[in-house]
């Protein structure tokens, strides 16, 4: 067995889960931190403004991002079940095919990503002055979608064959050079926020290339041309295992732009504080989407090998673990957030005072709530690992009714308040259809018995 990948059927589930998580934790950490530095040398160097036009493009990019996650982390659950099943020719049939697939569907996204951006942005009232600050950078992104693609299968593959240090490296790698090239271009050279997006895009073709390097020498993945051929039957199979979770990943994307769209309507400082809020989102949610993926490889492996009763005593111990990790960093966010979100924020005093006490208010309010969003990725990544990605998606449109039905009513209750509170009832809803879900399939596969 090489040492770029790891076996989940046997040991102490909470440790390997861990061992797991721990890197992919450490990843997305760098992961963050490059967002967070494009955040915080635009908001410092460019002003409100440009970070607002950075928050007019959240929504729409991470549609983007959702797709192409959705596409690779749902191809990559069959090369788990394969490679805990031990079968090897059918693993590389299963890359093979992904690599195919995940080409295919990068150019169709390219296509219809460009096409739409502009329309997108008028839809959803975008403010003129942010406007064409906007398109710029999501133009920009949107045309290193190929890249994207790459990094996410690739990464997501070796994820699946147990190896999380591989993808950190090449993510600490990648965030090293994000930050230098966001110094560089923006604050050097003077290149905007189109700096600032290049900068993204050659990060992740390093690490791209970083992983691709790995790949190349396990020789459990020696593709020949025939397995980038596919038959139907394995199309179908991967398509029936990616599109819900791309599906998941818009619809939940497309809640988000109706919340853009409503924001937006209530001006320019308010829009900064959102987004100076929103950019931490990803440092509230670092460990669950790390227990996530986790678990996705974890589940998956052991579907394969028929462990049923470790698929349960793992999602029990990786529950614990997320629950107080959870409390953690929301102890952490309460008594720093102020300083947190302040540092994105540059403007006359009164605009900072005015944003910052508005991202500091929707930081707490996320904070207190975090362990809801941390069952939801424990329980929605486990489901999938089971090979459910329909449930998941189901969940996902639980959480677009939730988050678009309470953020047009509840602003008329509680006025700007009510749309920090529609993030938190979609976590609600979702919750409430993964965990019945879960309990559920778990029944049906195994019953009440403790073995398979």
């Known amino acids: 067995m090489s040492k770029s990948t790891q076996v989940m059927t046997a040991g102490k589930p909470w440790k390997l889960i861990l061992s797991l998580a721990l890197p992919l934790m450490f990843g997305n950490i760098f992961q963050q931190l490059y967002t967070v530095m494009d955040t915080l040398i635009v908001g410092r160097v460019l002003g409100v403004h440009t970070?607002?036009?950075?928050?007019?493009?959240?929504?729409?990019?991470?549609?983007?991002?959702?797709?192409?996650?959705g596409i690779t982390q749902g191809f990559c659950i069959l090369a788990a079940q394969k490679f805990g099943a031990g079968k090897t020719e059918e693993l590389r049939e299963a890359v093979g095919a992904s690599v195919t697939l995940s080409v295919i569907s990068a150019v169709v996204i390219e296509v219809a990503a460009q096409a739409l951006v502009t329309p997108l942005l008028r839809l959803l009232d975008t403010p003129a002055d942010i406007l064409p600050t906007a398109l710029l950078y999501l133009r920009i992104l949107f045309a290193g979608i190929p890249?994207?693609?790459?990094?996410?299968?690739?990464?997501?593959?070796l994820r699946a064959l147990g190896d999380g240090r591989t993808p950190l490296q090449a993510m600490v790698v990648a965030s090293i050079l994000n930050i230098l090239l966001d110094i560089l271009f923006v604050a050097g050279f003077h290149m905007g926020v189109g700096g600032a997006a290049a900068a993204t895009l050659i990060a992740q073709a390093v690490a791209s290339l970083y992983c691709l390097r790995v790949i190349l020498r396990l020789e459990i993945l020696r593709i020949r041309p025939a397995h980038l051929r596919?038959?139907?039957?394995?199309?179908?199979?991967?398509?029936?295992?990616?599109?819900?979770?791309?599906?998941?990943?818009?619809?939940?994307?497309?809640g988000g732009l109706v919340i853009q769209s409503i924001v937006n309507g209530y001006g320019v400082i308010f829009i900064a504080g959102y987004?100076?809020?929103?950019?931490?989102?990803g440092i509230l949610e670092i460990a669950a989407t790390s227990y996530g993926y986790a678990m996705v490889t974890y589940v998956g492996q052991n579907l394969g090998a028929g462990l049923g009763d470790r698929i349960r005593k793992g999602v029990r111990h990786a529950a614990g673990i997320a629950l107080a990790t959870s409390v953690v960093i929301a102890v952490v966010m309460l008594l720093?957030?102020?300083?947190?979100?302040?540092?994105?924020?540059?403007?006359?005093?009164?605009?900072?005072?005015?944003?910052?006490?508005?991202?500091?208010?929707?930081?707490?309010?996320?904070?207190?709530f975090l362990p809801i969003l941390y069952l939801l990725h424990l329980y929605r990544s486990s489901l999938?690992?089971?090979?459910?990605?329909?449930?998941?998606?189901?969940?996902?449109?639980?959480?677009?009714v939730m988050r678009t039905g309470?953020?047009?009513?509840?602003p008329r209750l509680l006025g700007q308040?009510?749309?920090?509170?529609?993030?938190?009832?979609?976590?609600?809803?979702?919750?409430?259809?993964?965990?019945?879900?879960?309990?559920?399939?778990?029944?049906?596969?195994?019953?009440?018995?403790?073995k398979p």
Do not use: C
């Open 406 to 410: 309470s953020a047009l009513t509840l």
């Open 51 to 69: 970070l607002a036009a950075l928050g007019a493009s959240d929504w729409l990019n991470w549609m983007i991002l959702g797709l192409v996650t």
């Open 147 to 157: 890249i994207v693609m790459a990094y996410n299968l690739l990464a997501s593959l």
């Open 417 to 450: 308040e009510g749309i920090f509170y529609a993030e938190i009832l979609a976590w609600v809803g979702a919750d409430m259809i993964l965990i019945t879900a879960y309990y559920i399939r778990v029944y049906m596969l195994w019953g009440r018995s403790q």
């Open 384 to 400: 999938q690992g089971m090979g459910d990605t329909v449930l998941p998606m189901v969940s996902g449109i639980a959480e677009f």
């Open 275 to 281: 987004t100076a809020t929103n950019k931490l989102y």
């Open 230 to 254: 596919p038959d139907r039957r394995l199309v179908w199979q991967l398509f029936a295992l990616g599109t819900p979770m791309a599906a998941q990943n818009t619809i939940i994307a497309i």
């Open 336 to 368: 720093a957030g102020r300083i947190l979100v302040g540092s994105f924020i540059k403007g006359t005093p009164q605009e900072t005072a005015a944003a910052t006490d508005i991202a500091y208010h929707y930081l707490v309010i996320m904070s207190v």
